[in-house]
């Protein structure tokens, strides 16, 4: 079985959990990830969180 090769995902606007309901409503969950954030990635789990 091969591992895949990690990756690295720079952010601009990103939630982790819930997203918001609709566009312009109050958030309804989640962490809001700040710009300029990069996740660290491999096979489907996030590694690290960098700024």
Same mark, same amino acid.
Do not use: C, F, K, N
């Given at each position: 079985?091969?591992?895949? *090769?990690? =990756?690295?995902? /720079?952010? !601009?606007?990103? /939630?982790? &959990? #819930?997203? $918001?309901?609709? $566009? &312009?409503?109050? =958030? *309804?969950? &989640?962490? $809001?990830? !700040? $710009? &300029?954030?990069?996740?660290?990635? =491999?096979?489907? =789990?996030? #590694?690290?969180?960098?700024?």
């Amino acid at each position: 079985m091969t591992t895949a *090769a990690p =990756r690295t995902y /720079w952010l !601009e606007h990103a /939630w982790l &959990g #819930t997203l $918001p309901q609709a $566009p &312009g409503s109050a =958030r *309804a969950g &989640g962490t $809001p990830i !700040e $710009p &300029g954030v990069a996740l660290d990635v =491999r096979d489907g =789990r996030i #590694t690290a969180v960098r700024t």
